[in-house]
Nanobody, 122 residues
């Protein structure tokens, strides 16, 4: 069984930064592409960013380009999302996701974490 665990959420003022991390654990020998989604109150879950298992082919939704950076960790099946220049509209629960390719993540990830809250105050 594959499990994803996020960490690093919190409360920050507008303009501040946070770093989210995600680890894939469980019985798997695969290397996964990893990504992030977010869901704000009263809104649908939306794609934020994804990166391939090798660390290339990073893709972002337009609203976070230039502010957020997704990267792979040194350990296999780990990833981080650096959130800079945060805005109140970035407030949401952020979910880590994993699948074999970034395209599959963008379409319908097979694996999800439970989410971590990011709150940006104005």
């Amino acid at each position: 069984q594959v499990q994803l665990v996020e960490s690093g959420g919190g409360l920050v003022q507008a303009g501040g930064s946070l770093r989210l991390s995600c680890v894939v654990s469980g019985r798997t020998t695969r290397y996964y592409a990893m990504g992030w989604f977010r869901q704000a109150p009263g809104k649908e879950r939306e794609f934020v960013a994804a990166v391939s298992w090798a660390g290339g082919n990073a893709v972002y939704t337009d609203s976070v380009k230039g502010r957020f950076t997704i990267s792979r960790g040194d350990a296999a099946n780990t990833a981080s999302l650096q959130l800079n220049s945060l805005k109140p509209e970035d407030t949401a629960v952020y979910y880590c996701a994993a699948d074999l390719t970034t395209r599959q993540i963008m379409e319908a990830p097979s694996y999800w974490g439970l989410g971590t809250q990011v709150t940006v105050s104005s």
